[in-house]
């Protein structure tokens, strides 16, 4: 027999698994200050938790909070185990939670963003991949920042941490390529499209780079360059081939062993090996 758990138990039940593993523990009161429920109503969901996992969670009633803490055998069911994921959930849902559990401002969850996408330019976006659309739009770039008239056809959004992206197939080009969605103006839908995203072999490519500590640094400074990023060593980031230069200037990634430390703390090993997946600008 299937267990089928509702939507609104699956969120309350992640809050749950949130708390317990980054918190160190979960009671009713913080539940109820996050829902704005009855704490003796709330205390029902921990009890059906527990019932469902048992394993997972111990009452520990030598706490001052009285709380029901994870046990060594805890394992999640509904959330990802990343402290972006337990920010994003607790921020996204009551920042009361947070200011009277810990104070106010204690968490920020971002660096404000300069700008977001036009909803208009993403609707049409979102549409066309929808329904495998081509589009016309005006596309503006440094050489050409009045812009050109182009026809693409989307299948894919993303975001290099700063911008916003439309990964589609350009017919002026004749290849796939990346577009920045803030230089992108007058949109409107032409014909069906036959480039799918199973066409795009540098999307569907996941390499990897390979990162260590600039070779200029001290051994106590490269210490503490992978301390910083939760590493004891040379490490490996996978990303999509169409991603990579992106992953590589999001993360202040040097490209040569003569890379500025101060600037380039880490370098990536294999960047013979990703060349190919460099990009030039979008002309």
């Given at each position: 027999?299937?267990?089928?758990?509702?939507?609104?138990?699956?969120?309350?039940?992640?809050?749950?698994?949130?708390?317990?593993?980054?918190?160190?523990?979960?009671?009713?009161?913080?539940?109820?200050?996050?829902?704005?429920?009855?704490?003796?109503?709330?205390?029902?969901?921990?009890?059906?938790?527990?019932?469902?996992?048992?394993?997972?969670?111990?009452?520990?009633?030598?706490?001052?909070?009285?709380?029901?803490?994870?046990?060594?055998?805890?394992?999640?069911?509904?959330?990802?185990?990343?402290?972006?994921?337990?920010?994003?959930?607790?921020?996204?849902?009551?920042?009361?939670?947070?200011?009277?559990?810990?104070?106010?401002?204690?968490?920020?969850?971002?660096i404000a963003q300069?700008?977001?996408?036009?909803?208009?330019?993403?609707?049409?976006?979102?549409?066309?991949?929808?329904?495998?659309?081509?589009?016309?739009?005006?596309?503006?770039?440094?050489?050409?920042?009045?812009?050109?008239?182009?026809?693409?056809?989307?299948?894919?959004?993303?975001?290099?941490?700063?911008?916003?992206?439309?990964?589609?197939?350009?017919?002026?080009?004749?290849?796939?390529?990346?577009?920045?969605?803030g230089r992108m103006?007058?949109?409107?839908?032409?014909?069906?499209?036959?480039?799918?995203?199973?066409?795009?072999?540098?999307?569907?490519?996941?390499?990897?780079?390979?990162?260590?500590?600039?070779?200029?640094?001290?051994?106590?400074?490269?210490?503490?360059?992978?301390?910083?990023?939760?590493?004891k060593d040379q490490?490996?980031?996978?990303?999509?081939?169409?991603?990579?230069?992106?992953?590589?200037?999001?993360?202040?990634?040097?490209?040569?062993?003569?890379?500025?430390?101060?600037?380039?703390?880490?370098?990536?090993?294999?960047?013979?090996?990703?060349?190919?997946?460099?990009?030039?600008?979008?002309?």
């Amino acid at each position: 027999m299937v267990d089928i758990i509702n939507e609104q138990l699956k969120v309350r039940f992640k809050a749950i698994e949130y708390m317990a593993y980054w918190e160190g523990g979960v009671n009713a009161s913080r539940l109820s200050r996050l829902f704005g429920i009855n704490a003796n109503l709330i205390g029902r969901v921990i009890k059906e938790y527990r019932e469902r996992h048992p394993l997972n969670l111990v009452y520990d009633a030598k706490d001052a909070e009285k709380i029901y803490i994870p046990t060594e055998q805890f394992s999640p069911h509904y959330i990802p185990l990343s402290w972006s994921s337990y920010s994003g959930y607790m921020l996204s849902h009551s920042n009361e939670h947070i200011k009277q559990l810990y104070g106010l401002d204690t968490i920020a969850d971002h660096i404000a963003q300069i700008s977001n996408p036009d909803p208009v330019i993403m609707r049409v976006l979102l549409k066309a991949i929808r329904q495998n659309r081509k589009i016309s739009l005006l596309y503006r770039s440094r050489s050409n920042p009045a812009g050109l008239r182009r026809e693409i056809a989307p299948h894919a959004i993303s975001n290099d941490g700063i911008r916003w992206h439309c990964r589609a197939f350009c017919f002026k080009r004749n290849d796939y390529a990346d577009f920045n969605i803030g230089r992108m103006n007058d949109l409107s839908f032409t014909d069906k499209s036959s480039k799918p995203q199973e066409d795009d072999v540098l999307w569907r490519r996941i390499v990897e780079i390979h990162i260590d500590a600039n070779p200029c640094l001290s051994e106590t400074e490269r210490n503490l360059v992978f301390h910083d990023y939760g590493k004891k060593d040379q490490f490996v980031i996978r990303t999509r081939a169409a991603l990579v230069d992106y992953t590589i200037q999001f993360y202040r990634l040097g490209r040569s062993v003569d890379a500025p430390p101060k600037a380039h703390p880490l370098i990536v090993k294999n960047i013979d090996q990703l060349t190919p997946y460099l990009f030039s600008e979008v002309d």
